[in-house]
């Protein structure tokens, strides 16, 4: 297991490939801001953690504490469409809110793996963890293979743990939840339905 990786889970864990919410997030803002004919602000980290919480059936108990582990490629410094951007800012840092506190892990990919097997050994360490209740995960579930041998592998998952997968369309259902990425990043853009609505 990589040495970012702590040993104890809080009850709430989520799981994010850096790199792919960050391009999701870049191709929304060019998309919208065509079809809106405005500017699109970058992407508020905090409020995209919250609807991903909420999306995940979180509900607001201030005891509640969640880890929120950010995998990215050693060679990248930071996001480009979210705020804060910094990697190593975020690693280490908190914030609370109605739902509880966050806590912030930027883990890098180290030489001898890549970011899916890394992603789906964090994914097994907190599906086999006592002491995790709740798990969302977003893998880039579009290129490469990482979508389905999450699939496989939480069909061992515990059925009292409640696992939810997100992507940007409906996918091969398994023993998790579904949810669509777009929506929590398209809030955490600032865009708003009744923006659509109007359009």
């Not at 490629?73 to 914030?95: R, T, V, Y």
Request: some cysteine.
């Amino acid at each position: 297991m990589n040495q970012g990786i702590k040993a104890q889970w809080s009850e709430n864990v989520i799981v994010v490939d850096a790199e792919y919410i960050d391009r999701v997030a870049f191709n929304l803002i060019v998309n919208f801001e065509r079809m809106l004919g405005r500017k699109i602000q970058q992407a508020d980290m905090a409020r995209w953690i919250d609807c991903v919480a909420l999306d995940g059936g979180m509900k607001p108990e201030n005891e509640a504490i969640t880890s929120v582990v950010l995998i990215y490629e050693k060679s990248s410094e930071g996001f480009e469409n979210f705020m804060p951007d910094s990697f190593q800012e975020l690693d280490g840092k908190a914030f609370s809110d109605n739902l509880g506190e966050f806590v912030f892990s930027a883990v890098p990919v180290e030489e001898l793996t890549t970011k899916d097997d890394l992603l789906v050994d964090i994914v097994q360490a907190v599906m086999e963890a006592k002491e995790v209740r709740r798990m969302m995960v977003i893998p880039n579930s579009e290129d490469g293979d990482c979508y389905g041998r999450l699939r496989q592998l939480l069909h061992r998952a515990d059925d009292d743990k409640r696992i939810t997968l997100f992507a940007m369309q409906p996918m091969p259902g398994g023993n998790f939840r579904q949810e669509i990425l777009g929506y929590s990043l398209m809030q955490a853009l600032g865009i708003s339905a009744s923006e659509l609505d109007s359009n």
